[in-house]
């Protein structure tokens, strides 16, 4: 099983990045999936989840209106969409396959003027 993140970066704040998370080796439309984030010396916090069949999201309260997950099971692809963002969004960002070890290595998002 592998899960890659792609897409962080330097953002402003107010700014906008596209996270994206490609999945191989594993019946991606089987799983719920999660979008986490840890900042430096913050624990692993839960951003966002959405269901196997892409019906259903939740969010941390933190993200709630300014962030958007999204998958597409036929290219095996979770997408995270960050606007408005802020600096306190600084973080690496990991994707995983929900109640199951598979993690992406994590990308780094930084946002600062």
């Known amino acids: 099983v592998q899960l890659k993140e792609l897409g962080g970066g330097l953002a402003l704040p107010g700014g906008s990045l596209l996270l994206s998370c490609a999945a191989s080796?594993?019946?991606?439309?089987?799983?719920?999936m999660n979008w986490y984030r840890q900042a430096p010396g913050k624990e692993r916090e839960l951003v966002a989840w959405?269901?196997?069949?892409?019906?259903?999201?939740k969010y941390a309260d933190s993200v709630k209106g300014r962030f958007t997950i999204s998958r597409d099971n036929v290219a095996n692809l979770l997408y995270l969409q960050m606007d408005s963002l802020k600096p306190d969004d600084t973080a690496v960002y990991y994707c995983?396959?929900?109640?199951?070890?598979?993690w992406g290595q994590g990308t780094q998002v930084t946002v600062s003027s």
């Open positions: 995983n396959a929900a109640v199951t070890p598979y």
């Open positions: 080796g594993l019946t991606f439309n089987h799983y719920g």
């Open positions: 959405i269901n196997s069949g892409g019906s259903a999201t």
